[in-house]
């Protein structure tokens, strides 16, 4: 697997990163692997963009046992191996999981409780496995609750000897000052979307117009595109919310929430899609799902899911939804003649459509709408009800003026 070389390597050097499109977090990282390697390191950037896989590269290269730090990671020594196949005794991880998708502060000596901070804690105080460093990496570390960060506090303050611990985050200012402080920080951003086309074929998820087209769609995240390029289910998923969004411009009131349900449904449905190839590859063995919880009301369909499925559903759709209307914004600024920007549409096969759509648009409507979107994550996150929220975003999805007007 190739990426865009390091700064101030040479291109076989880069061979050795299974980052893509991130030279300068690459650097970064490089310089710790060579030394002195800074005790807790904050990996920030929007999701999927490569967070966890810089992280695990940077495990790699403070585990390997190459002679020459400036060769490490090498990707052939018996650390490196054991890296790559996600089962090092001396990696240490730790993901929201559970109801709530919370990074807890955990205690494993009580029954049925969720591995959480104290017990990444305790696992970190033992000897290493096999001699050396020992490296913990927090995924998700947004989801730390006030009590899980203030345990690992004194960690990030007295680290155990040859620990390294890494949080990945998409949003540092959600972590406690006194956590950011004690961190050295790398940022990652959006990744090009040659480079997400070059990782779709070097690991042969798609051709070259599928991979273009899966590029765009991922709009910067490369683990999205390969989640689509692995389960092609959820691109025809994704569609469908989209054409079903376009359908709602011209709707009225009782339409838009009628279609709420089967929206969120299928929202569901794509969320699942979009994980399980995640899961498999980066959290092999992780906690599955939460299980729904029956509802006696067959009014309302057989089973309800849990609070988590449907805030994840509900977040998967914003998503998508988000994507619909900044495309909608820039079809309605972009000329026949501006081919740069019409191309900056993410899915170019819809052109037609939104070009049309955004055409009969109120001025202002769009932007308004997103910045209206951007309200309602933000209560969802702050476990506002989904269905609600959905039911508001609806009402406030832009309503195209008749042709005749």
Same mark, same amino acid.
């Given at each position: 697997?190739?990426?865009?070389?390091?700064?101030?390597?040479?291109?076989?050097?880069?061979?050795?990163?299974?980052?893509?499109?991130?030279?300068?977090?690459?650097?970064?990282?490089?310089?710790?692997?060579?030394?002195?390697?800074?005790?807790?390191?904050?990996?920030?950037?929007?999701?999927?963009?490569?967070?966890?896989?810089?992280?695990?590269?940077?495990?790699?290269?403070?585990?390997?046992?190459?002679?020459?730090?400036?060769?490490?990671?090498?990707?052939?020594?018996?650390?490196?191996?054991?890296?790559?196949?996600?089962?090092?005794?001396?990696?240490? !991880? $730790? *993901?929201?999981?559970? +109801? =709530?998708?919370? %990074?807890?502060?955990?205690?494993?000596? &009580? #029954?049925?409780?969720? /591995?959480?901070?104290?017990?990444?804690?305790?696992?970190?105080?033992?000897?290493?496995?096999?001699?050396?460093?020992?490296?913990?990496?927090?995924?998700?570390?947004?989801?730390?609750?006030?009590?899980?960060?203030?345990?690992?506090?004194?960690?990030?303050?007295?680290?155990?000897?040859?620990?390294?611990?890494?949080?990945?985050?998409?949003?540092?200012?959600?972590?406690?000052?006194?956590?950011?402080?004690?961190?050295?920080?790398?940022?990652?951003?959006?990744?090009?979307?040659?480079?997400?086309?070059?990782?779709?074929?070097?690991?042969?998820?798609?051709?070259?117009?599928?991979?273009?087209?899966?590029? !765009? $769609? *991922?709009?910067?995240? +490369? =683990?999205?595109? %390969?989640?689509?390029?692995?389960?092609? &289910? #959820?691109?025809?998923? /994704?569609?469908?919310?989209?054409?079903?969004?376009?359908?709602?411009?011209?709707?009225?009131?009782?339409?838009?929430?009628?279609?709420?349900?089967?929206?969120?449904?299928?929202?569901?449905?794509?969320?699942?899609?979009?994980?399980?190839?995640?899961?498999?590859?980066?959290?092999?063995?992780?906690?599955?799902?939460?299980?729904?919880?029956?509802?006696?009301?067959?009014?309302?369909?057989?089973?309800?899911?849990?609070?988590?499925?449907?805030?994840?559903?509900?977040?998967?759709?914003?998503?998508?939804?988000?994507?619909?209307?900044?495309?909608?914004?820039?079809?309605?600024?972009?000329?026949?003649?501006?081919?740069?920007?019409?191309?900056?549409?993410?899915?170019?096969?819809?052109?037609?459509?939104?070009?049309? #759509?955004?055409?009969?648009?109120?001025?202002?409507?769009?932007?308004?709408?997103?910045?209206?979107?951007?309200?309602?994550?933000?209560?969802?996150?702050?476990?506002?009800?989904?269905?609600?929220?959905?039911?508001?975003?609806?009402?406030?999805?832009?309503?195209?003026?008749?042709?005749?007007?």
């Amino acid at each position: 697997m190739t990426s865009r070389p390091v700064p101030g390597a040479d291109p076989a050097a880069s061979r050795r990163w299974v980052t893509r499109g991130q030279p300068g977090a690459i650097a970064a990282v490089a310089a710790m692997i060579t030394g002195p390697s800074p005790h807790a390191v904050l990996l920030a950037g929007p999701s999927a963009v490569g967070k966890t896989t810089l992280a695990m590269d940077l495990a790699a290269g403070l585990l390997c046992t190459a002679a020459d730090p400036a060769a490490r990671p090498c990707r052939a020594c018996r650390s490196c191996r054991l890296v790559a196949a996600g089962n090092h005794p001396d990696v240490h !991880r $730790l *993901a929201p999981e559970g +109801p =709530g998708e919370q %990074v807890v502060i955990g205690d494993a000596r &009580e #029954a049925r409780a969720a /591995r959480g901070v104290r017990d990444l804690l305790r696992e970190l105080a033992l000897l290493p496995v096999e001699g050396g460093a020992r490296v913990a990496v927090i995924e998700g570390a947004v989801r730390m609750n006030e009590d899980a960060q203030n345990a690992l506090l004194k960690t990030l303050e007295e680290p155990p000897p040859g620990v390294t611990i890494v949080l990945c985050v998409d949003r540092e200012e959600v972590l406690l000052p006194t956590v950011r402080s004690r961190c050295a920080r790398v940022r990652l951003g959006p990744v090009g979307p040659r480079e997400i086309e070059g990782l779709l074929g070097d690991l042969g998820l798609a051709d070259a117009s599928t991979a273009a087209r899966l590029a !765009r $769609l *991922a709009d910067g995240r +490369p =683990g999205i595109a %390969v989640a689509y390029a692995r389960v092609p &289910e #959820a691109v025809t998923i /994704r569609d469908e919310l989209t054409r079903t969004l376009l359908d709602l411009l011209p709707a009225g009131r009782a339409s838009r929430l009628a279609a709420a349900r089967d929206l969120l449904g299928r929202a569901r449905d794509l969320a699942d899609a979009l994980a399980e190839p995640v899961s498999a590859v980066v959290r092999p063995g992780g906690a599955g799902r939460p299980v729904a919880e029956e509802d006696d009301d067959e009014s309302t369909g057989p089973a309800r899911l849990a609070p988590a499925e449907r805030r994840r559903a509900a977040r998967q759709l914003l998503a998508v939804w988000r994507e619909l209307a900044r495309d909608l914004a820039v079809a309605r600024l972009a000329t026949d003649d501006d081919l740069a920007g019409r191309r900056a549409v993410h899915d170019t096969e819809l052109l037609e459509e939104l070009t049309t #759509a955004a055409a009969r648009l109120p001025d202002g409507s769009l932007a308004s709408f997103l910045e209206r979107l951007d309200r309602i994550a933000e209560q969802i996150a702050g476990n506002a009800n989904p269905e609600l929220a959905i039911d508001v975003a609806l009402l406030a999805w832009p309503r195209v003026r008749s042709a005749a007007a």
